[in-house]
C-alpha cells in the first residue's frame, strides 16, 4: 500500500540531487521541480481549451472587475481631493474642516471627528493619501488583503460621518463600499495581475525548488535545506515582504511628496483676495462656537457675502420670473440666481453642504447628484443628508443690472 508514496519521495529525492548537483555547476535556475514546466507551472495549470473555464472560473479572475472599481474609484476620490482648491481651505464651506464640524453632533464618532476638525490640514492629507494608498495596491495587487482592510476602514469611517444621517441607510454609498470591499480581504487578488504574485514567483525561482513536506513514517527522508539548497515557504514569503515593502516605500514616497506639493500649489492659487472674502464666513466658526445648525448656518449666511467684490451678473431682462441663471460665485465655486417675483433677486452659493458636490435648481428646487440632497429655492434643506442650508450672496439691482453687493 506505501509503494506509490515510496515511489513520489524517491522522484522527489531524485530532483533534489539534480538540483544540487546544477547548484555545483553554479546554474541553479537551470534545474525544476519534476512536477512544473520550465516557467514553474504545474501541468494541471498549463494552457489548453480544457483549462479556460477553469481559469475564468477562478476567485483571482472572477474578483478582477472589483478590484478594477474599487481601485479606479479610490485613486479618483483620493486625486480631487487634492487637485481641489477648497478641500484644504479652512474657511472654505466645502473644505474638509467644514464638512467635518457639520457631522460633529450626528455621527456616533462625534469627539474623534471634533479632534480631527482642530487639525484640518494633517487629517484631509491622511485620508486622500489613504484612498490613492487603497486605489493602488487593489490595481497593482500590491498587500491585496492589506489595502483592501484600508478600503474597508476608510469605508466605515465615512459612512459612521457623512453617511450616518442618510435616510434610508441604503442612499449612502459609503455602506456599500465597506461591504464591496470584503470579498478582497478575504480572497485577496488570487494571484492574478498581481505584483506580489509576480515577486513570490521571483523569489522562488531565485531561492531555488521548494521543500518537500515532513516524510511519513517508513518513507525516505532529506537532508536539512541548508544541505540541499531547497528553500521553504518562510524563506520564500520573507524576500517577497522585503521587496514588496521597497516598492510599496518608493511608490508611497513619490505620491505623498508629489500630492503634497500640489494640493498646497492648487490651495495657493485658489485662495485670492475675492475667494478668501467670499468664504471667509464658512460654517464652520460659528459651528465651533454653537451646537445648533440652524444659527451656525445664519452666522455662515450673513456674512458669506459681507466681503465678497462686486461684479455685475446678469441683466433684469435676461433673466425672467420664475427663472435662473447660473453663474461663477467670488470665491470661484458654482452659484445660481433666482428671479423668484417681479423686481426680487437671489443668489444662492450650488454647492451641496454636505460633501460639496455641485447642486442643480430644476422644477423650483435644488437636488444634488451624489448623495440625494434637496434644497428649496431659499436655500433651506427640505431632504437627505445635509443639515445646512445654501449658503446666500447679497446681490443688488441698479441701471438694469443684477450686481454681486
Known amino acids: 500500500m506505501r509503494r506509490p508514496q515510496v515511489t513520489a519521495r524517491v522522484d522527489l529525492c531524485r530532483s533534489a540531487g539534480q538540483w544540487r548537483s546544477a547548484r555545483d555547476r553554479g546554474d541553479p535556475r537551470r534545474v525544476t521541480s519534476s512536477t512544473t514546466d520550465r516557467r514553474g507551472t504545474p501541468p494541471d495549470h498549463r494552457r489548453g481549451p480544457r483549462r479556460v473555464g477553469a481559469r475564468l472560473a477562478s476567485p483571482g479572475v ?12 479610490f485613486c479618483y476620490a483620493g486625486a480631487s481631493k487634492l487637485l481641489d482648491p477648497a478641500y484644504l481651505d479652512t474657511a472654505s464651506p466645502v473644505g474638509v474642516r467644514a464638512q467635518m464640524l457639520q457631522v460633529v453632533e450626528s455621527s456616533p464618532i462625534g469627539e474623534l471627528v471634533r479632534l480631527s476638525a482642530d487639525h484640518p490640514t494633517p487629517t484631509g492629507l491622511a485620508i486622500a493619501f489613504g484612498e490613492l494608498a487603497v486605489g493602488l495596491g487593489a490595481l497593482l495587487g500590491l498587500f491585496t488583503r ?27 454609498p459609503d455602506i456599500g463600499y465597506a461591504v464591496a470591499w470584503t470579498p478582497l480581504l478575504l480572497a485577496g487578488d488570487g494571484g492574478v495581475l498581481s505584483l506580489t504574485q509576480l515577486l513570490r514567483t521571483r523569489a522562488r525561482r531565485e531561492l531555488g525548488p521548494p521543500l518537500p513536506a515532513p516524510s511519513p513514517a517508513g518513507a525516505p527522508t532529506f537532508d536539512p535545506p541548508e544541505e540541499t539548497g531547497m528553500t521553504t515557504t518562510k524563506d520564500v514569503e520573507r524576500r517577497t515582504v522585503l521587496r514588496g515593502g521597497l516598492i510599496g516605500t518608493a511608490i508611497g514616497a513619490v505620491v505623498v511628496g508629489a500630492g503634497t506639493v500640489v494640493a498646497f500649489a492648487r490651495r495657493s492659487s485658489g485662495s ?4 478668501t472674502a467670499a468664504v471667509a464666513a464658512s460654517p464652520s466658526a460659528p459651528a465651533a462656537a454653537s451646537s445648533s445648525a440652524a444659527a451656525a448656518s445664519a452666522a455662515a449666511s450673513s456674512s458669506a457675502g459681507a466681503g465678497a467684490a462686486a461684479g455685475p451678473i446678469a441683466a433684469v431682462a435676461e433673466v425672467p420670473v420664475g427663472g435662473s441663471k447660473a453663474f461663477t460665485a467670488p470665491g470661484g465655486g458654482p452659484a445660481v440666481l433666482l428671479h423668484p417675483t417681479e423686481g426680487e433677486f437671489v443668489a444662492l452659493h450650488a454647492a451641496c453642504t454636505h460633501k460639496g458636490c455641485p447642486v442643480a435648481f430644476s422644477g423650483g428646487s435644488f437636488h444634488c447628484p451624489c448623495h440625494g440632497a434637496t434644497f428649496s429655492a431659499t436655500g433651506a434643506v427640505t431632504g437627505g443628508p445635509a443639515k445646512a442650508p445654501l449658503a446666500p450672496i447679497p446681490v443688488t439691482v441698479a441701471d438694469g443690472q443684477v450686481t454681486i453687493a
Do not use: H
Request: hydrophobic share 50%; proline share 5%.
Open 62 to 73: 472572477a474578483l478582477l472587475p472589483l478590484r478594477a472599481f474599487l481601485g479606479v474609484t
Open 146 to 172: 492589506l489595502a483592501a482592510l484600508g478600503g474597508v476602514l476608510l469605508s466605515l469611517s465615512f459612512f459612521l460621518t457623512v453617511s450616518w444621517t442618510t435616510d434610508p441607510y441604503y442612499y449612502g
Open 272 to 275: 485670492g483676495s475675492a475667494g
